[in-house]
């Protein structure tokens, strides 16, 4: 069994996080976030609904696998819908009829790494949309005001993104800036009258460069924000890279607040990254990877469309018990690939959304159990087995993909 | 009410066909079509998953929005995934995941209308492949050989399609072609082993020309098939015409066999047909509408992608109780289709393939009751005052769409 735990926190918003048991040999949790809409467990991974919709999945979908919450995107919402529409219907939950609590991004990665016509001042940033060509300002202060009227159970401050291998200097100045904003964000907050229903997170940036994570871990928990996210990962870095930080950064967090791994997540990426204490996380790759043909299944990524499943009478995922693989064979699914019929995608999608989930809950309870490291070291051999061990035998675990 | 009939037929497979009401006014009727994989409540559409797949849709989606019976296409199935696949595999209803009655085309009408480098002769048509180029033969004999390893509850022998608008001589020749096409069908199923577990479908042809089609009825209904269909039509005619020919085929054929008219289905095409006599219908247009973004509803077509539902706060029709005017806006299709996002399709072709189902239940009921004729002309009104009502007032019945 796990340390049981009293780490609690209550927000002056209706948001709350509490740890009921912590692994014996790494520093893994097991809590509950308590929001508005209801209640994630963690450590909880987030299905990412960018445009308010989980490609090809509608709620009950989301339900049936067991999604607790989703990810939406203020840079796409803002220009499509628009957030007068929001302000109008009464937010995303009614509009896409989702119940469950939602966390919106600020938009600060995708102002970095999508937009054209993008000048960066103190002030914020100006882009152009892609829907109208229109200009738009993006602060911090705009950032709080959508995410209010979008109405997440939590807001993401607007922050810097960079390559995270960009050189000292810049890395510094970006760092600088994120904290800046990230102050900004906090008291843009306290102006804005329905935004004390929501939940305000921080972003740990500073590439990989240890002493820049630890000043902004250490500047910006010196603030009242009801969550601290690792930001500015899987952008050009290694997966060792990667675990370094996220192991640094997670231990300067403070014991009391959720930890939120921003757009981190093979399998592997969570299983390394719980074991340092992180608490949620969000990725495209379940539903990204499900559209080109690929599954997670208990014996490794399987690429549907390879002539080898034409004539596979049996389920994706002979282990698995979710709909799709109750439902359909891996010939069929091969079928509809070929066909470009849609209904593969979306059933791959609700496999691959299922294995995420399925992930989490066996980490779940091997936190409580106390058995977490022991855990998450044999699956990490298993996949990494799955995935090479035929192939290249000999690889080290740290290389499993 | 109804006048009750006790009209059973009962064929030498497992199939059949009992009427249990005639309208009052019409000849209208209410039955069910026994099936080794149950019930079909007639009149009924059917709902067209041509490669095995409705779009977008599983088996259990299909079910929910109310569908009984699905339609498969042997012309498609037999290019993509391949007979073979169907004989490992134990047929359609295992492959593709669905338990209820399927229903086959014989691939006659791809063959005329899709078919690159073909080859028509008195033995069969030769095409290439769309997949991977190589020639095939599709013959009478060979089209019951396919539907008998696809394993459908019933198939359809192979026609000769034409436009409806061919000249007298071709339109005979193409129905006289058909007629002996039907009957080596026909002995090719007592010749085929497992063929003797599924009904079989001959097809009235003769164009628009009542003598033809009075002639392709009186051959085919001495011979012992287990329905007819009326082809041919929806192919270059127009409504009236249409018409003329369905109430001319119908009333020829047999009572105690079902009617299918094969591929015309707007809402007003179905209560016009019913109104002749016709138990079955199949149709493309509320999936392929849906993909377009136009939805049925209960006060007319709506293209959802069109600005003024941008901001519409309400239901896609406030009175259907399917789930997506349960739990979806206009605003929130609109948003999706102009995000090019696959779930607002999805949502669509359960909206629009309920509605269809809907106004099958409702016309069953007037039948029941003996109140079709009135039920089915009011409907007609409602929906021609809807699509032209305000634009063109005065317009006739005739021209509803």
Same mark, same amino acid.
């Given at each position: 069994?796990?340390?049981?735990?009293?780490?609690?926190?209550?927000?002056?918003?209706?948001?709350?996080?509490? /740890?009921?048991? /912590?692994?014996?040999?790494?520093?893994?949790?097991?809590?509950?976030?308590?929001?508005?809409?209801? /209640?994630?467990?963690?450590?909880?991974?987030?299905?990412?609904?960018?445009?308010?919709t989980v490609t090809g999945l509608d709620p009950d979908d989301l339900a049936a696998v067991g999604a607790q919450v989703l990810l939406a995107n203020t840079y796409h919402l803002m220009l499509r819908p628009g957030v007068e529409l929001f302000r109008r219907v009464g937010g995303v939950h009614g509009f896409m009829g989702w119940?469950?609590?939602?966390?919106?991004?600020?938009?600060?990665? *995708?102002?970095?790494?999508?937009?054209?016509?993008?000048?960066?001042?103190?002030?914020?940033?100006?882009?152009?949309?892609?829907?109208?060509?229109?200009?738009? !300002?993006?602060?911090?202060?705009?950032?709080?005001?959508?995410?209010?009227?979008?109405?997440?159970?939590? !807001?993401?401050?607007?922050?810097?993104?960079?390559?995270?291998?960009?050189?000292?200097?810049?890395?510094?100045?970006? !760092?600088?800036?994120?904290?800046?904003?990230?102050?900004?964000?906090?008291?843009?907050?306290?102006?804005?009258?329905?935004?004390?229903?929501?939940?305000?997170?921080?972003?740990? *940036?500073?590439?990989?460069?240890?002493?820049?994570?630890?000043?902004?871990?250490?500047?910006?928990?010196?603030?009242?924000?009801?969550?601290?996210?690792?930001?500015?990962?899987?952008?050009?870095?290694?997966?060792?890279?990667?675990?370094?930080?996220?192991?640094?950064?997670?231990?300067?967090?403070?014991?009391?607040?959720?930890?939120?791994?921003?757009?981190?997540?093979?399998?592997?990426?969570?299983?390394?990254?719980?074991?340092?204490?992180?608490? !949620?996380?969000?990725?495209?790759?379940?539903?990204?990877?499900?559209?080109?043909?690929?599954?997670?299944?208990?014996?490794?990524?399987?690429?549907?469309?390879?002539?080898?499943?034409?004539?596979?009478?049996?389920?994706?995922?002979?282990?698995?018990?979710?709909?799709?693989?109750?439902?359909?064979?891996?010939?069929?699914?091969?079928?509809?690939?070929?066909?470009?019929?849609?209904?593969?995608?979306?059933?791959?999608?609700?496999?691959?959304?299922?294995?995420? *989930?399925?992930?989490?809950?066996?980490?779940?309870?091997?936190?409580?159990?106390?058995?977490?490291?022991?855990?998450?070291?044999?699956?990490?051999?298993?996949?990494?087995?799955?995935?090479?061990?035929?192939?290249?035998?000999?690889?080290?675990?740290?290389?499993?993909a």
């Amino acid at each position: 069994m796990g340390t049981r735990g009293s780490v609690t926190y209550t927000a002056p918003v209706p948001f709350g996080f509490s /740890v009921h048991a /912590v692994d014996r040999e790494s520093r893994a949790r097991r809590g509950a976030i308590t929001t508005e809409h209801g /209640v994630i467990d963690t450590p909880a991974f987030m299905t990412v609904g960018t445009r308010a919709t989980v490609t090809g999945l509608d709620p009950d979908d989301l339900a049936a696998v067991g999604a607790q919450v989703l990810l939406a995107n203020t840079y796409h919402l803002m220009l499509r819908p628009g957030v007068e529409l929001f302000r109008r219907v009464g937010g995303v939950h009614g509009f896409m009829g989702w119940r469950g609590p939602i966390l919106t991004d600020s938009g600060g990665f *995708q102002i970095f790494s999508l937009s054209a016509d993008r000048t960066v001042s103190e002030r914020g940033a100006r882009f152009r949309s892609y829907v109208d060509g229109r200009m738009h !300002m993006l602060s911090p202060e705009r950032s709080i005001e959508l995410q209010t009227a979008i109405g997440s159970d939590i !807001m993401m401050v607007l922050d810097v993104c960079i390559d995270s291998t960009s050189d000292a200097a810049t890395t510094r100045a970006a !760092m600088e800036r994120t904290h800046r904003w990230a102050v900004r964000s906090l008291a843009a907050r306290s102006d804005t009258q329905t935004g004390d229903r929501q939940a305000l997170f921080a972003i740990v *940036q500073g590439g990989l460069v240890p002493e820049l994570r630890a000043e902004s871990a250490a500047f910006l928990t010196q603030h009242s924000f009801d969550g601290f996210a690792i930001g500015g990962l899987a952008v050009g870095d290694t997966r060792e890279e990667r675990q370094d930080v996220i192991a640094l950064s997670a231990e300067l967090l403070p014991l009391d607040r959720p930890r939120y791994l921003m757009g981190v997540g093979t399998p592997p990426d969570l299983l390394h990254a719980m074991l340092a204490g992180v608490d !949620m996380f969000d990725c495209i790759l379940p539903t990204h990877l499900a559209w080109q043909g690929t599954a997670f299944t208990s014996s490794g990524r399987v690429k549907i469309t390879r002539a080898a499943y034409a004539r596979a009478d049996v389920p994706l995922d002979e282990r698995c018990s979710c709909r799709t693989c109750r439902g359909s064979t891996r010939a069929y699914l091969h079928h509809l690939f070929k066909c470009g019929e849609p209904l593969g995608a979306r059933l791959l999608s609700l496999h691959n959304l299922h294995h995420y *989930q399925a992930l989490m809950t066996e980490a779940r309870r091997a936190i409580e159990a106390g058995e977490y490291a022991r855990w998450a070291r044999a699956k990490l051999e298993a996949i990494d087995r799955h995935e090479h061990g035929a192939r290249r035998p000999g690889r080290r675990l740290e290389g499993a993909a």
